[in-house]
């Protein structure tokens, strides 16, 4: 018995870890593909609203945000409790949404410019009169793709 | 010569020990930063701007199926009061008229919603009517497009080939015109 148990103590060897880096980087590669850098802190607060006839939008470099809500409370001393627009990481007005759109129109190929999407993520509590007003100015500014960003809804 | 080839050998082994460390901080890192969430949502071909106001006077009343909301987010939809949750099924009888009846679109080529909203209408009311809208024409292209040869159990969705979907749209196309909002109710 005592024989037994020896030998197999002996036998099992160090497992090899030399595979172990190439699973990392496997799992790394797949997070460093999958990662969007958040680039710009929220300053209001957003819950997009529930909807089912989704549509994905595929390249995010394709993609700017247009924030609307209340701004959160560290914040209400400076901007009020109304809702505001966020463009980037500045409150702004809705006069400032032709020169956000381009400033982003040149960071993308020129071939691709038809095919850019703003992306509305407005708060389910906001009224229309200002998402109405983002959307004249999106209008005037020649933006026509637009996505109302909401969140599927559970059954 | 021989000399020199055993000396080589000495120094050919890298340690790769701490290349697993290394992947590792990398790991956590992009781990910490990663958001995954895909943005997904409804997404609109707003009209181009004009400064010119369409009459809707000029289209023949039957054709137009016109749906309000309200500051209060009540609906009131071809003139009478609705619920959202029967807007689907009406829009899809206004555009589809399967018994000809006189009061609903001739035909779904001819068919147009019409949505109007307040400027105190909450966006969650907007969404969901814009959602129910969509929905039904969403099903009745699912619908059209399974009377189609080789198409009879699928789903319409981006993933179909553009030129099938193209031909199912031009039979029934989305027309959804949003009429400048009344400014009641605005904070």
Do not use: C
């Amino acid at each position: 018995m005592s024989k037994f148990t020896k030998k197999r103590g002996k036998a099992s060897p160090a497992i090899s870890t030399a595979s172990l880096p190439d699973i990392i980087f496997m799992l790394l590669f797949f997070f460093m593909v999958v990662t969007v850098m958040r680039s710009s802190d929220r300053l209001v607060d957003v819950i997009v609203p529930e909807a089912t006839e989704l549509t994905k939008l595929e390249k995010k470099s394709l993609v700017n945000q247009i924030y609307i809500g209340k701004p959160k409370d560290q914040y209400r001393d400076i901007y009020g409790t109304s809702p505001r627009i966020q463009l980037n990481d500045k409150i702004s007005d809705e006069d400032d949404i032709p020169i956000f759109l381009e400033k982003h129109k040149i960071k993308v190929p020129e071939n691709q410019r038809s095919k850019i999407t703003s992306s509305l993520r407005v708060d389910g509590e906001v009224t229309m009169g200002i998402v109405q007003d983002v959307k004249t100015a999106l209008r005037k500014a020649n933006q026509l793709k637009i996505n109302y960003s909401t969140r599927p809804k559970a059954n | 010569m021989l000399k020199r080839k055993k000396n080589n050998r000495v120094s050919n082994e890298v340690n790769a020990g701490s290349m697993a460390d290394i992947a590792f901080l990398l790991l956590i890192f992009f781990l910490v930063t990663t958001t995954i969430d895909i943005d997904k949502g409804i997404t609109v071909k707003l009209p181009p701007w004009s400064n010119e106001e369409v009459d809707p006077t000029k289209l023949n009343k039957r054709n137009v199926f016109s749906v309000l909301v309200n500051a209060d987010d009540q609906l009131l939809v071809r003139g009478e009061l609705a619920e959202v949750e029967q807007l689907r099924e009406r829009t899809k009888e206004f555009i589809a008229n399967p018994e000809k009846r006189e009061d609903l679109a001739e035909k779904p080529t001819k068919a147009i919603i019409s949505l109007k909203n307040d400027r105190g209408t909450s966006y969650e009311t907007y969404i969901q009517v814009y959602n129910e809208l969509k929905a039904a024409y969403n099903e009745l292209w699912t619908e059209k497009l399974n009377t189609m040869p080789g198409y009879s159990d699928a789903i319409f969705n981006n993933e179909l080939p553009l030129e099938i979907r193209r031909q199912v749209r031009a039979e029934i196309p989305f027309v959804l015109s949003e009429a400048e909002p009344t400014n009641f109710g605005e904070e």
